[in-house]
């Protein structure tokens, strides 16, 4: 069924849909261009590689983008390059369809505001008109699953005018350029890369779902994309959510055995096939949605949301992304919050009047510091040849081309 979705007045506030027509608008304005073909699009899960965010704007209504099974919430967001004024979405359902839904709008792919709710949905064709929204970014946003699979689309159809911006906050300085923090999606992308050299010696992160085995640093099993590990209480929670999502896992049995470890370097329980049984798993886009849930959850939001409120840059939210994942969340000396504790001994950030290259230094002394405590991470080179070269370079908003060593081996992204 083909349905629009109209309003008398729209706003990007968020609405709550009343009603549905079958009307089929036989001409846009004149004004009105698709702005979202062959655009970056990205999502926050995949059922499998065929099944790609981009197969949702290449406007091929063959292929189509779907979502790991049986999990909420899902999105989809496309990235139109430059801020537009965007007046219509269509969306082009797959039988894995969403009754419930919200079409979020971002300029900067971090704020998000809400331009419609849907909360009838019945698959088809959803026509979104009448919207009015500033965006770059405009998301998917699926809460609600009309089949026990996951979200499907077709085809994800932006519609409206470019070349509108923002305008300029009165007083500030106007930058050359809009600068893009880590929550971007390419921006993300590139962290996951930098932090895969480091923890996998390889810049493909996606293929490191199935890693797992013990690096001899006192934490057990370390495994996946950033590497939970077994003593730390990161992979009990995952492989939790994962069970909880699908009961009867292949590594539902082991949890009794996780509880037991958590805090210690034992495989008591894990070995012989605990091993083969998480690589086995993460041939399963539910699990491979779990890890990067958790990944989100307990690391790279936290710190992209404080590196922000301290008024860093991509560089800044990437360093304390990086030292959460290595260091873990806590407050102790050699944990992030002790690491950031004693950099703000030495320096003021940006957000304290501070300047941000000399409080990135003082955070990468106390970092290297930290690392220099556990013999597992005393080589750092994650630090000294990769940020620190970033940082040196004056190159505070991450921008590619990069290139660094860890470990001794060098990487490129372009």
């Not at 630090?383 to 990069?402: F, I, S």
Request: include cysteine; aromatic fraction near 8%.
């Amino acid at each position: 069924m083909r349905r629009t979705f109209g309003l008398v007045a729209a706003s990007a506030a968020a609405v709550v849909l009343v009603g549905a027509g079958a009307l089929v608008y036989a001409a846009q304005a004149a004004d009105e261009a698709l702005l979202s073909q062959g655009r970056p699009a990205t999502a926050s899960s995949l059922e499998g590689t065929a099944f790609a965010a981009a197969n949702a704007v290449d406007g091929d209504t063959a292929t189509r983008w779907a979502s790991a099974e049986g999990v909420d919430p899902q999105w989809i967001q496309v990235d139109l390059g430059a801020v537009a004024q965007v007046s219509r979405v269509q969306l082009s359902w797959e039988a894995a369809y969403a009754t419930a839904f919200t079409l979020q709008t971002s300029t900067d792919g971090s704020t998000w505001n809400v331009a419609r709710t849907v909360t009838n949905g019945d698959g088809g064709t959803d026509d979104l008109t009448g919207l009015s929204a500033s965006a770059r970014f405009v998301r998917v946003h699926g809460t609600g699953r009309a089949t026990p699979y996951g979200y499907s689309l077709w085809e994800l159809k932006v519609f409206g005018a470019t070349g509108t911006t923002p305008s300029p906050t009165p007083g500030a300085t106007t930058s050359p350029r809009t600068r893009v923090d880590l929550t971007d999606p390419v921006k993300k992308d590139i962290a996951m890369q930098i932090v895969s050299s480091a923890e996998n010696s390889s810049l493909d992160w996606r293929a490191q779902y199935g890693y797992i085995e013990d690096i001899d640093d006192g934490r057990g099993y370390t495994a996946g994309i950033i590497g939970f590990c077994s003593g730390t209480g990161d992979m009990l929670d995952v492989v939790n959510r994962y069970t909880a999502r699908k009961p009867g896992n292949v590594l539902a049995g082991y949890l009794p055995a996780l509880r037991a470890v958590n805090g210690t370097d034992s495989h008591a329980g894990l070995d012989p096939n605990y091993p083969a049984d998480w690589r086995t798993a993460a041939q399963d886009p539910v699990f491979r949605a779990t890890q990067d849930e958790v990944r989100d959850e307990v690391y790279f939001d936290p710190a992209v949301r404080q590196a922000k409120a301290d008024g860093l840059r991509a560089l800044g939210q990437f360093a304390y992304y990086d030292a959460i994942v290595m260091h873990g969340p806590g407050s102790d000396a050699v944990s992030f919050g002790g690491i950031r504790a004693a950099a703000l001994r030495v320096a003021r950030p940006p957000s304290q009047g501070g300047d941000e290259t000399a409080f990135l230094n003082a955070f990468l002394d106390a970092r290297v510091a930290a690392m220099k405590t556990e013999e597992a991470h005393s080589d750092t080179s994650r630090v000294d040849t990769a940020q620190r070269v970033w940082l040196r370079a004056g190159n505070l908003d991450l921008d590619t081309p990069l290139d660094w060593r860890v470990y001794g081996d060098p990487f490129h992204i372009s």
